[in-house]
């Protein structure tokens, strides 16, 4: 049962990728929605990023991930070494669940 699932969804996802391919010179999209695109997609990006900062299983993530994140955030903002933003959010969110800060 579950590898017929998995085929299933591997066919689809085949599908829906040749799809793209196949209808791009049969399908004309509005100037407009052409503009949108690079839009949605990175809100599309910012909104997955969100749900996984301060979420987690359904439930706040707590304290210690969002402020984590914010720190990484920080630090590339102020293009800090790739490194140093990781290691630093990283240890930011460690720190603060050490100290209690779920």
């Avoid at 793209?20 to 997609?41: D, F, K, N, S």
């Avoid at 990484?72 to 293009?79: E, F, I, Q, T």
């Amino acid at each position: 049962m579950i590898l017929a699932v998995i085929v299933g969804l591997a066919i689809g996802t085949y599908a829906f990728r040749l799809a793209g391919v196949v209808l791009r010179e049969r399908v004309a999209l509005p100037t407009r929605v052409q503009a949108l695109l690079p839009m949605a997609a990175a809100a599309l990006l910012a909104a997955l990023a969100a749900t996984a900062t301060f979420w987690d299983a359904g439930v706040f993530a707590g304290i210690s991930r969002p402020a984590g994140v914010a720190v990484g955030a920080l630090l590339a903002w102020r293009r800090a070494p790739f490194v140093v933003v990781v290691v630093a959010a990283a240890a930011t969110a460690a720190l603060l669940r050490l100290a209690g800060l779920e």
